[in-house]
């Protein structure tokens, strides 16, 4: 393994990248940095010396910081991106890589837009972009201990993908629409926070869609309109302005932990040899979690 030091040893993140091999660190330290980086090797980390201080200014005019072609097991963690025309963060293809711990604010689009499957999303300060906070087209994405705020629609929005999961997360003051919205078929929605949204959690159910979310344990409350919302399900629901609660919390949440941890140990049975070790180091994150709750009484 080799570090790569931008701007030590490499002018531009982009070159840093260009040079990095497989399970090479690309180590960039504070400054602001106008540049594109297009990704499209595997198996390296690119990550901010020093937290939110190694920033990536698109100054309104170009695309998206980062873009992941075909990119498997990346680490992007510890950068403020901001002020690009497009997204934050778009990871177009490939998978199984990891956005951490990143302050991504004030662009044209969404802060971090994914079409690929099986990316985990941990820890990113997710603000003011003009469209929405993170857009997910894609399966088995994991979506955790994120806080998402002040975007102009949606806090996260799950377009299609199968059994996405958000766990965890503070959203606040999307009042352009929802918290969440949910169009993606069985995605779990467990233990997240949404205040002062237009709406809490939205859950629809069109015709190509089917057992659209599995929602418990989450606390929508002051939203200028509903807490939680399903249009076109065939399920009956109460609309709250507040928390949604249910019986037999204690069976659900049983429910809710197998279902998460099946969802885990599917995703790891997806990851091949050489990917294991980090990719299994990130969904321990979301085993420890819930393995650190006291089920509900």
């Not at 690119?46 to 201080?53: P, Q």
């Not at 926070?193 to 929508?220: C, K, M, P, Q």
Request: no cysteine; aromatic share 6%.
């Amino acid at each position: 393994m080799a570090v790569i030091r931008v701007p030590l040893d490499q002018s531009t993140i982009q070159s840093g990248v260009n040079a990095a091999k497989t399970g090479d660190v690309v180590l960039v330290q504070k400054g602001i940095y106008k540049e594109v980086v297009h990704i499209t090797n595997s198996f390296i980390r690119i990550v901010a010396e020093d937290r939110n201080e190694a920033i990536l200014e698109g100054n309104s005019l170009l695309s998206n910081a980062f873009l992941l072609d075909h990119s498997t097991d990346v680490e992007i963690s510890g950068f403020r991106i901001k002020n690009y025309a497009l997204n934050g963060i778009f990871v177009h293809s490939g998978g199984h890589n990891r956005l951490l711990e990143n302050l991504i604010e004030s662009n044209g689009l969404h802060g971090i837009s994914l079409a690929s499957n099986s990316n985990f999303i941990w820890k990113n300060n997710v603000i003011q972009n003009s469209l929405g906070g993170i857009a997910i087209h894609g399966n088995d994405n994991f979506t955790v201990d994120n806080e998402i705020s002040g975007n102009g629609s949606d806090g996260v929005a799950v377009f299609s993908g199968t059994h996405n999961t958000l766990l965890g997360n503070m959203v606040l003051r999307n009042t352009g629409s929802s918290g969440f919205s949910i169009l993606g078929p069985s995605t779990l929605i467990y233990e997240n926070e949404l205040r002062s949204n237009h709406w809490g959690i939205v859950l629809y159910n069109e015709e190509d869609f089917a057992n659209t979310g599995i929602t418990d344990n989450n606390e929508a409350v002051n939203n200028t309109s509903k807490g939680i919302t399903l249009f076109r399900n065939s399920t009956s629901a109460t609309e709250s302005h507040g928390e949604l609660t249910s019986e037999n919390k204690s069976v659900q949440y049983r429910n809710i932990v197998n279902e998460l941890l099946e969802r885990v140990q599917q995703t790891l049975d997806q990851v091949p040899d050489r990917q294991r070790t980090s990719q299994e180091a990130s969904l321990m994150v979301i085993k420890l979690y819930f393995e650190s709750l006291q089920p509900p009484l």
